[in-house]
């Protein structure tokens, strides 16, 4: 039996592949930019990585293929259909590639985009696993929207045909390794688990009971919620291939008080991932708040242009590594650098500062005046503070401001206080005044004042 392991990024959603070939090479599917999780497990166990293969062009990030073929010399596998305009070995449906002992069938599953194909895994005639990138996920499968609205719905119909078709005929007890899975804005899984079966997703998948085409159609379409932009273009850039790393790649360079007032004078942008506590004690004004977080790439890309040159202020126990993992996933190569000495700095030189009050929850009246609600749509609607304002924090971003937004005291939540805060920094850029942010979400204002909640 192959050994895979999963490489998860809990902050995109998605899941890698380490396949043991079982001779001291290794094949990896969908491997996203940054190789290295993938060459360390390979040396720890004692491993060549000879092959990464590709279910299909991401829009969630940027692949890691020629990362690998760079560094360990690995073979990439992809759909023919891809186009992908690196080197390659392009496949074709139904065609077997002999990985040495094991093979590896390529399935056609077109559906999450046009060119996507699924991977059986084989010893001999027997199938160990299928490799089903966005064809099919835990309890759903992953969105057709993201190759063009054109061609949504075809696509959403290839889906049924690819399921129906080829995977569910497939043995039920064969394990099931999807790419997307929670956290992915590709699909929203029911749940946590990331891996399946066959036979359990016939049982419980929501969409496989669906009682005809037509059916499965409206019910997946019905299902979409919004998604960063940044999506609209990693799909060609995972074709034209990613640029790479290179050394230091993750090294940020120090800037001074002169250089942040000269970036910010030029038009430059200050992304503070600080916790949102320090943010509220005190930043530079017009700083954009995103705390650094496993969600902190979905959230830069979500609200900021990749073109724009990005100056971050960061704590001074925060991993500069990890910020530069997430921004580079995403296709965000401008960093030029960190202030130096943090905030610290920035007051030692006298310069101005901006504060935005915390509140806790449980410190709101029982009807705030004016809630801002920046979560999304489906967390709306499960429950919110009776007459909030709900607003996506992904629409407030750039001139996509609220046109009327309340006069007077503007208290902004989330469902913990990250996304609100970083809400309030867009608005406090944009000239709003009164603002506050709740350190907490509807769930605890419901705990604290007995006041119901309203759901849609």
């Known amino acids: ?160 045909r690819s399921l129906h078709g080829r995977l569910l005929s497939l043995p039920d007890e064969l394990a099931v390794y999807p790419t997307h899975g929670a956290g992915s804005f590709c699909s929203a899984p029911a749940g946590d688990q990331r891996t399946t079966t066959i036979g359990a997703e016939r049982r419980h998948n929501r969409l496989l009971a669906a009682p005809d085409e037509d059916a499965f159609v409206a019910q997946l379409l019905a299902s979409f919620g919004s998604y960063p932009p940044y999506f609209l273009r990693l799909r060609e850039r995972n074709r034209v291939g990613p640029e790479l790393l290179g050394r230091d790649w993750k090294v940020l360079p120090l800037l001074s008080t002169d250089q942040v007032q000269q970036h910010l004078a030029g038009g430059g942008l200050v992304v503070d991932a600080r916790p949102i506590t320090a943010f509220a004690a005190g930043h530079i004004p017009g700083a954009l708040s995103i705390a650094l977080r496993p969600a902190f790439a979905s959230w830069l890309g979500w609200l900021l242009d990749d073109t724009r040159p990005l100056v971050f202020v960061l704590d001074e126990d925060q991993d500069r590594g990890e910020l530069a993992r997430q921004c580079r996933t995403i296709g965000y190569d401008h960093l030029v650098g960190e202030l130096a000495g943090g905030m610290a700095a920035w007051r030692a030189a006298n310069l101005p500062q901006a504060q935005l009050p915390v509140v806790e929850a449980e410190q709101l009246d029982n009807q705030p005046d004016v809630v801002l609600d920046v979560r999304q749509d489906s967390e709306v609607a499960d429950g919110h503070l009776p007459g909030a304002l709900a607003v996506e924090l992904g629409a407030l971003a750039g001139d996509r401001l609220p046109a009327k937004l309340p006069q007077g005291l503007v208290t902004v939540m989330c469902a913990h206080g990250e996304r609100a805060m970083t809400a309030a920094s867009l608005l406090e850029r944009a000239g709003h005044k009164q603002l506050q942010v709740v350190h907490g979400g509807p769930r605890d204002w419901q705990r604290a004042t007995g006041q119901a909640l309203t759901r849609l």
């Open 1 to 160: 039996m192959a050994a895979i392991h999963p490489v998860v990024d809990e902050g995109l959603g998605n899941s890698a592949y380490v396949v043991e070939l079982g001779d001291g090479r290794a094949l990896v599917v969908d491997p996203a930019r940054d190789p290295t999780p993938y060459l360390e497990l390979a040396r720890w166990r004692r491993l060549q990585i000879a092959y990464a293969a590709e279910t299909h062009l991401h829009a969630d990030f940027l692949t890691g293929s020629r990362e690998l073929a760079a560094a360990d010399g690995a073979q990439i596998l992809a759909p023919r259909a891809s186009r992908l305009g690196f080197a390659h070995r392009g496949l074709e449906d139904g065609q077997v590639v002999d990985l040495g002992g094991l093979t590896l069938r390529v399935l056609a599953t077109p559906g999450h985009a046009p060119e996507h194909a699924s991977y059986l895994l084989l010893d001999g005639a027997r199938p160990v696993a299928v490799f089903s990138g966005g064809a099919l996920l835990v309890g759903t499968v992953a969105r057709t929207d993201l190759a063009g609205p054109e061609l949504t719905e075809p696509l959403a119909r290839a889906a049924y």
